[in-house]
């Protein structure tokens, strides 16, 4: 059974700095991965996807997240972060079959210190 | 924005009472599913629909039925409302030859 663990729960950072948001997966083969941002009282709004091909992938927003097989790692990155960035921030994977069935990590909240 | 629509978007039920949430979608995407959110628990699949009449079950589906009689609309029931389906519904959409999900703005229900 495929699973995802966000070992944050909560991160605090300065407008500003850099940021890097950690997922690490369980698949039993390469993965279909993705990031999504959800803002109070929003819906899920995807930031970036992995299918194939070059593990660095860019995203929506200035948002990049680079795939580690050996890591089974997906984590999120974003040099400069926003006011406006602050949400909650959840990592998926996505089964390779027809029902593409999406599991979810907990979700990290991200607070933005002014 | 994807074209999904949840109604209603909040509702306060009582235990014991059905209640049947509705997503509408004007992609006509083969591929829909109903999630709920949890805290701490980010977001599990109840169920999902592969095409009109095609349904299939997911990791909570306990206490959920669905039902699909046209491409646009995905329903979920819940037979009798108990408080433990307290909790935020998101409807998604995928279509045939792609793989990301997109969602709906969900619908909050309180099971008092």
């Known amino acids: 059974a495929q699973s995802v663990t966000q070992p944050d729960i909560h991160i605090t950072v300065s407008e500003g700095a850099s940021l890097e948001l950690r997922c690490n997966y369980s698949y039993g083969a390469t993965p279909y991965l993705f990031w999504y941002v959800q803002s109070p009282g929003q819906g899920l709004q995807l930031l970036l996807k992995y299918f194939s091909g070059d593990t660095l992938v860019q995203g929506i927003k200035g948002f990049e997240a680079e795939f580690k097989r050996s890591q089974s790692s997906f984590n999120l990155r974003k040099p400069s972060v926003h006011w406006s960035d602050a949400a909650e921030y959840f990592c998926?994977?996505?089964?390779?079959?027809?029902?593409?069935?999406?599991?979810f990590g907990g979700g990290t909240r991200l607070m933005v210190k002014p | 924005d994807a074209g999904i629509t949840q109604s209603p978007r909040h509702k306060v039920t009582e235990t014991g009472t059905p209640v049947t949430l509705r997503c509408h979608q004007t992609?006509?995407?083969?591929?829909m599913y109903w999630y709920r959110q949890d805290p701490g628990h980010g977001l599990r699949l109840i169920h999902y629909?592969?095409?009109?009449?095609?349904?299939d079950k997911g990791e909570v589906s306990d206490g959920y039925s669905v039902s699909r009689s046209k491409t646009e609309d995905f329903l979920l029931t819940l037979e009798s409302a108990t408080s433990s389906q307290t909790s935020v519904y998101f409807c998604a959409i995928r279509g045939q030859d792609t793989y990301e999900q997109y969602f709906g703005p969900g619908t909050r229900l309180t099971v008092t």
């Open positions: 992609e006509n995407h083969r591929y």
């Open positions: 629909s592969y095409g009109v009449k095609d349904t």
């Open positions: 998926a994977v996505g089964a390779r079959y027809a029902g593409n069935m999406l599991t």
